[in-house]
Structures are given as structure tokens and as C-alpha cells.
């Protein structure tokens, strides 16, 4: 996309949302570690929840049957009809709660996972957001993948831009971008009123380095965090409709209206506000939410 952003510079997507498998998008570079996690623990099982509107049930459905797993989903009642039918195409148990209330969501997670305890089988439970350290090692090695693409195509990149709502993305985003391409900016966008702090951000991507055994570590200076939030996580934004309507008119692709939209409009407007230089290389990761957009349509 050599025009939309002015003054010579370019604009490329990494397609995280064509990931290979379901509908795509960051959770399945998590779950490649968090389900081997779960297989070399000797779990036959998957227990997760997700909000109304998460991609996260879509993605641990798919990686689940490709890795042989059963999986168990909680679910809030008000959850789209065409995305319970994805997941009853997808084989995916699933066991609706009154509300979308986080408490309910989580003692109903443990009741399914006590469950299937009793019945013999070994349960592996999946926080809501699927934050961990495989989250952070998955997104250290897809910018493993983008730098030596980038290389590859020779197309030098000043800046990469990804979406944030817990942050573990954004950690692994940062540390792979020092840990790969040292002289890149990695800024994360904010779809919450409030983001993770910078310390934990800082502590989440250090435990991933130490596993890695690299001696790279972050530090709250290579971390820029801005916001492109309305009025919190789960509310749409004028400016965010408008970029999930541009990406689709311009260039067929499809963002969604709480996740990758609001984040592509707060890179909208960054650019507005001088952010980058002409003629900068800058990386938008497409980070899905495509279960997110079928939700909202
Ligand atoms: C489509 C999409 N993009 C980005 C994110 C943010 O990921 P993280 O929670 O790791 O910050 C999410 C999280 O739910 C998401 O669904």
C-alpha cells in the first residue's frame, strides 16, 4: 500500500489472519505453544471461555482438532448464533453462561474442567485471552519469520504496529523486533481505555528471553504505547468502522470493528500526527478477529 500513508512511505500487512488454519489470527501463534504445552503435559483436553465478541473459542476449536484435543468452551448466551455454529461445525463442546461476566466465566471453566477430571480425562485450562509464555515465544518468532521476509524482499522496516488488548502479543512483538531488527520501533495500539504497564510488558517478554537463552532483554524504553480505545474494549469507534470499510473497499481485506480496525485507525492516526518519516517502511500485523467481525456485522 504505497499511497495511503503520504510522503513516499509504505505500508505492509503481515497477514497473521491467513494463518492456515480456522479463521486465523494471533491466538493460533500462541496456541502452537500453549497446545504443545498441554501435549508434552500429557492432556487430552482443552477448557477455555471467551467474551461475546473473542476470536479466542474459533481459534482453540480449530488448533484443538488439528492437534487431537478435545475442546470444552464457556461461553456468554448472547454469543453471535453464526459463530455457535461455526463451533458446532468444528466439533467444540460448548456450555453457554448467563452473562459475559468474567466470574462466571472462569467458576464455570473450572466446573467443566473438574468435570472431565472425574470422568478420567486431563483437562489443560486456557486463561481468557490465552495470555502466557507461549503467547510472547509464538510472537517472538513470527517476527523471526517478518524480519527474514523483510530481508528477503530487501525492503527496509522502520516501524511495526500491532494491536493490543492484554498486552502478550505486544510483548512477544517487542522483544522479537530488538531480538531480530534492533533499530526497528515496535508501538503497540491500545483497543482498551487502560493498557497492561509497561513493567509487566517488560517482565512478560524477559521470562520469554530467558527461555530462549538470548541475552537480549527489554526494557521500558523500547516500548511506545498509544490508544485508539473510544470508550473501552468492547465499544466501536467511528474512526474504527471507517478503517475496517477502507481496508475493505481499498485492498479486499477484511479488519474487525473492536480489534484490528480501531488499531489500524490509531495508525491512521499516528501517521496523521507525524509519527513517521517519509518514506519509512511500517508493518501493520493483521492480527485477525474475524470471529469478532462476524459477531459484529
Ligand atoms: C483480533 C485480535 N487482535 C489483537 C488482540 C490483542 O491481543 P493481546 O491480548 O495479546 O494484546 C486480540 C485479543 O483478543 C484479538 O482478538
Request: aromatic share 6%; with cysteine.
Amino acid at each position: 500500500m504505497e499511497t495511503l500513508l503520504g510522503d513516499g512511505k509504505r505500508l505492509f500487512l503481515k497477514r497473521d489472519d491467513l494463518c492456515g488454519i480456522g479463521f486465523g489470527g494471533n491466538k493460533i501463534r500462541k496456541l502452537e505453544y500453549i497446545l504443545g504445552d498441554a501435549l508434552q503435559q500429557g492432556c487430552d483436553a482443552i477448557v477455555t471461555c471467551g467474551g461475546s465478541q473473542s476470536n479466542q473459542p474459533l481459534a482453540v476449536a480449530a488448533c484443538a482438532n488439528k492437534a487431537g484435543l478435545a475442546a470444552y468452551l464457556v461461553l456468554p448466551q448472547s454469543t453471535n448464533p453464526l459463530i455457535q455454529s461455526f463451533l458446532s461445525l468444528l466439533g467444540a463442546s460448548v456450555y453457554l453462561t448467563e452473562s459475559g461476566d468474567t466470574g462466571e466465566l472462569g467458576r464455570t471453566m473450572r466446573r467443566v474442567q473438574d468435570a472431565l477430571r472425574q470422568k478420567g480425562h486431563a483437562p489443560y485450562l486456557i486463561s481468557q485471552g490465552a495470555v502466557s509464555l507461549g503467547g510472547t515465544l509464538g510472537y517472538v518468532a513470527a517476527m523471526k519469520e517478518l524480519f527474514e521476509q523483510a530481508r528477503a524482499a530487501r525492503f527496509p522496516i522502520q516501524h511495526v504496529l500491532v494491536c493490543g488488548a492484554s498486552g502478550n502479543t505486544y510483548a512477544g512483538v517487542a522483544l522479537g523486533t530488538k531480538m531480530f531488527s534492533p533499530s526497528t520501533r515496535a508501538t503497540v495500539i491500545s483497543i482498551a481505555g487502560r493498557f497492561t504497564h509497561k513493567t509487566t510488558l517488560c517482565r512478560m517478554a524477559n521470562e520469554a528471553a530467558e527461555k530462549l537463552d538470548t541475552d537480549v532483554r527489554l526494557t521500558e524504553d523500547d516500548l511506545s504505547v498509544h490508544f485508539s480505545c473510544g470508550r473501552g474494549a468492547g465499544a466501536e469507534t467511528l474512526k474504527g468502522r471507517e478503517a475496517v470499510q477502507l481496508m475493505a473497499q481499498k485492498e479486499g481485506i477484511f479488519l474487525d470493528p473492536l480489534f484490528t480496525g480501531k488499531a489500524f485507525a490509531g495508525l491512521l492516526d499516528l501517521n496523521q500526527q507525524g509519527y513517521f518519516q517519509p518514506g519509512d517502511g511500517i508493518v501493520f500485523i493483521h492480527t485477525g478477529g474475524m470471529g469478532t467481525l462476524i459477531s459484529k456485522l
